[in-house]
């Protein structure tokens, strides 16, 4: 079993910034692909950003790219994701995801098997 805890969350206003972080216990996390996931009222859960075991690959939805960074610490088995130039748009739950069965990320929701429980992003205008 694995847990993941998200924190970071909070209010801000458009054009901010703000750092979510997503630790992980129960299982060896650097061996496995970790994404953010985000998902706004009335909206289904989408990507945002995923990085491999390593750290050395990343991708990213078209929304974020050039906003927001992806980067993990395996020493602390945690992932981060750095949002800059915050949009009302980017407001949502935002969700950590393990995916078991690769080093590798991919956008696909179904398949990372492991979640945390959210953290609330609010980007007022």
């Known amino acids: 079993q694995v847990q993941l805890v998200e924190s970071g969350g909070g209010l801000v206003q458009a054009g901010g910034s703000l750092r979510l972080s997503c630790t992980a216990s129960g299982r060896t996390f650097s061996n496995y692909a970790m994404g953010w996931f985000r998902q706004a009222p009335g909206k289904e859960r989408e990507f945002v950003a995923g990085i491999s075991w390593s750290g050395g690959g990343t991708r990213y939805a078209d929304s974020v790219k050039g906003r927001f960074t992806i980067s993990r610490n395996n020493a602390k088995s945690t992932v981060y994701l750095q949002m800059n130039s915050l949009k009302p748009e980017d407001t949502a739950v935002y969700y950590c995801?393990?995916?078991?069965?690769?080093?590798?990320?991919?956008?696909?929701?179904?398949?990372?098997?492991?979640w945390g429980q959210g953290t609330q992003v609010t980007v007022s205008s």
């Open positions: 995801a393990l995916d078991s069965t690769r080093s590798y990320s991919i956008a696909y929701a179904p398949e990372y098997d492991y």
